[in-house]
């Protein structure tokens, strides 16, 4: 019964680094799309995103 832990363990900890990599790829995005789109003067220059 202890493997079936140590195993829920592991799928828990690649699912939750699977998600913290997903995470910063999407925050890397968006903040080149918000840049693009300050260029592009669709947004304003000042315009800070939360």
């Known amino acids: 019964m202890e493997n079936l832990g140590f195993v829920f363990g ?3 900890m690649s699912m939750g680094v699977i998600g913290f990599v997903f995470g910063i ?3 890397s995005k968006i903040d080149k799309l918000e840049k693009r ?3 592009l003067d669709v947004l304003n220059h000042d315009f800070k995103s939360s």
Do not use: P, R, V, Y
Request: no cysteine.
């Open 10 to 12: 592991i799928i828990g």
């Open 25 to 27: 790829i999407s925050m």
């Open 37 to 39: 789109l300050k260029e």
